[in-house]
């Protein structure tokens, strides 16, 4: 049961945080500038002058389409497949993805399959909380989204058994490790199921967005994602899922490398159609990428230097979460092991008042909705707070507003 906050007591300490006048940013989950320079040694990988690839190609012209062999070879450790069903396209895993969703609607997902402009209706299965990036880009194709909540082990998967009974249910887009933004990761049951459910759909796809595959917190208690391809595979439907990532938030946001991978056919299927798009992305930065982590061990050394910088700023977090507003029966969050985000779930009704009364006193959040379908939370209770881009001191500061903004809302909600 919830506490009753005096109104009169919590808005008198809200005032006094809001008189600072503060400037604070934590709307995005974006690396810090201690964080990406751990990757400026990258940057000099070509002052010997030797811009050739293993299989003797000067980077710096056009070639190697389907990504330099260091690359698909890097990125096959990453999503333990063959490196001939990788593909390593530009800096933007979420363009790769976004082009392959489109390239079903104009091409098919597969040889032999309708185009799905053809389909009176598109619908995609999407786990919520989930990334408002796939939400803004699923709804400007016109697809319609499918909220399902997603539980401690993964999405509700007796409700997507359900749905992909809909012959118009094509797809779904999630993110399967320390989920943005809840931080939970897929079970090995959930990744089962996944790969084993009848659809009505025969070219119902999985868009695998495993974006923080690499990115634990700490080393001795981490979260483990079962491979999806494999568990595919293994019931006939090696074809289902297409998984992607990106080093993105390993080296530089702005200038990093990225893959998807899939079954032969999927990935035969996908170069014979952007091969030109292929052809003249950077193999400079491929090259200079895998000459800095060249396999998946290196990668997981460098990880661990972000994840010195991060682990403080997550666990400050928490702290003061717990020291504010635990015990109070007003709010709940999840504690992660990886990734970007903390889930905060406030009272119902409460989630647009905290961020509106945090933008007051100067600090901006992500808004309330982002991790839903069309920026509507149903309960209007999910915040996604993000850590990672303020200084321990700022992060500290926009803390105190936070909390104070949530017990703001909850006394209102009482009174």
């Known amino acids: 049961m919830a506490a009753k906050l005096s109104l009169s007591e919590v808005r008198r300490e809200y005032d006094v945080l809001k008189e600072r006048g503060m400037h604070l940013d934590m709307s995005r989950g974006k690396p ?31 070639g190697e389409f389907k990504g330099i062999p260091e690359a698909r070879r890097l990125f096959a450790e990453i999503f333990d497949v063959p490196a001939e069903q990788v593909l390593v396209g530009g800096n933007s895993s979420v363009n790769m993805i976004s082009d392959s969703i489109k390239r079903c609607f104009l091409n098919g997902a597969m040889p032999g399959f309708v185009p799905w402009t053809k389909y009176g209706c598109v619908k995609f299965i999407c786990p919520v909380p989930g990334y408002d990036w796939h939400f803004h880009f699923l709804d400007t194709m016109g697809i319609e989204m499918l909220s399902v909540n997603t539980l401690a082990d993964g999405p509700d998967m007796d409700e997507i058994e359900r ?25 090995d049951e959930t990744v089962r199921r996944l790969a084993a ?58 200038g990093g490398i990225c893959a998807m991978a899939g079954s032969l056919a999927n990935i035969n299927f996908a170069a014979g159609l952007i091969r030109y798009q292929l052809v003249t992305y950077d193999k400079v930065n491929q090259l200079r990428h895998t000459r800095f982590l060249p396999n998946k061990g290196a990668i997981a050394a460098h990880m661990r230097k972000h994840a010195d910088i991060l682990r403080p700023k997550f666990e400050l977090v928490l702290e003061r979460l717990e020291k504010e507003l635990g015990g109070l029966g007003i709010a709940k969050w999840v504690t992660p092991k990886g990734g970007y985000f903390i889930c905060f779930e406030a009272m119902n009704g409460c989630a647009k008042r905290i961020v509106a009364l945090c933008e007051e006193a100067g600090v901006k959040l992500t808004p309330a909705g982002a991790p839903f379908p069309h920026g509507i939370d149903p309960n209007d209770s999910v915040i996604r707070i993000a850590p990672s881009y303020p200084p321990l001191e700022e992060l500290a500061q926009a803390l105190e507003v936070f909390t104070a903004a949530v017990k703001v809302a909850a006394a209102e909600k009482q009174a």
């Open 32 to 62: 810090s500038e201690a964080q990406l320079d751990l990757s400026n040694p990258m940057l000099r990988v070509f002052d010997d002058g030797n811009f050739v690839s293993e299989n003797g190609m000067d980077v710096r012209n056009y």
């Open 197 to 254: 459910m009848e659809t009505a759909a025969p070219d119902f796809r999985i868009f695998w967005d495993n974006a923080y595959c690499m990115h634990h917190l700490y080393d001795d208690d981490r979260d483990t994602l079962a491979n999806v391809y494999t568990e595919c595979k293994k019931y006939g439907h090696e074809d289902r899922v297409l998984m992607f990532t990106s080093t993105s938030k390993m080296t530089y946001a702005g």
């Open 163 to 187: 749905l992909v009974k809909d012959p118009d249910v094509h797809g779904m887009i999630c993110v399967p490790m320390y989920s943005n933004p809840t931080g939970i990761t897929y079970s």
